[in-house]
């Protein structure tokens, strides 16, 4: 199985910081690498896929980049409403898997 | 736009099957662009993907799991259903049914583009 390491698994920041929360895969995934938001008692949604695409309706301020096996969500000047856990996931071999998380906390 | 709806019992009984059905609305199941998958969320814990199925009945399961699974579409009623066989406690979980994209014959393929609201299930007895 290919592991998904995410880190920090959690993060103190204030409106207005920009973060960056880090995945790295165990292997050679290409680009096929989602980015999720996930608020409590909620579904995930979707913010980034193939790596550095943004979903339609996701604010461009969420962007996404790679470089090797190492992934990287950056939040440019965070809103109130981005204050949730965050997931990666790899979705280039089977079984497909996720980052542990990174519940991103108002500092 | 594309609506996902899992429905099944909320409470299972350890050593019995969890069995569980999602609904899709506003897309089809037959879609050759697109997986339907089971993703499961203990509570407080992570995400894990359970396995996916393709139109053609072809599935995909999560090894760890996949002696116990058992995934199946309804193209008829557009749905497609997961079936756990020998519950623990370790199965209590919210479980998501979600749409994913295909990167064999789609090149930018998503990841789970649209879920499901999600259904916690307790293995108790």
């Known amino acids: 199985d290919i592991q998904m390491t995410q880190s920090p698994s959690t993060l103190s920041a204030s409106v207005g910081d920009r973060v960056t929360i880090t995945c790295r895969a165990s292997?050679?995934?290409?680009?096929?690498l989602a980015w999720y938001q996930q608020k409590p008692g909620k579904a995930p949604k979707l913010l980034i896929y193939k790596a550095s695409d943004l979903e339609s309706g996701v604010p461009s301020r969420f962007s996404g980049f790679w470089s090797g096996t190492e992934f990287t969500l950056a939040i440019n000047s965070l809103q109130p409403d981005d204050f949730a856990t965050y997931y990666c996931?790899?979705?280039?071999?089977?079984?497909?898997?996720f980052g542990q998380g990174t519940k991103v906390e108002i500092k | 736009q594309l609506q996902l709806q899992e429905s099944g019992p909320g409470l299972v009984k350890p050593s019995e099957t969890l069995s569980l059905t999602c609904t899709v609305s506003?897309?089809?199941?037959?879609?050759?662009?697109?997986?339907w998958g089971w993703i499961r969320q203990p509570p407080g814990k992570g995400l894990e993907w359970i396995g996916s199925i393709y139109y053609s009945g072809n599935t995909y399961y999560n090894p760890s799991l996949e002696s116990r699974v058992v995934i199946s579409v309804d193209t008829s009623k557009n749905q497609f259903s997961l079936r756990l066989s020998s519950v623990t406690a370790a199965d209590t979980a919210v479980y998501y049914c979600?749409?994913?994209?295909?990167?064999?014959?789609?090149?930018?393929?998503?990841?789970?583009?649209?879920w499901g609201q999600g259904t916690l299930v307790t293995v108790s007895s």
């Open positions: 506003g897309g089809s199941v037959t879609s050759s662009s697109h997986f």
């Open positions: 292997q050679s995934i290409s680009s096929w």
């Open positions: 979600a749409r994913h994209g295909n990167i064999v014959v789609v090149p930018g393929a998503k990841g789970f583009d649209s």
């Open positions: 996931q790899q979705y280039n071999n089977y079984p497909w898997t």
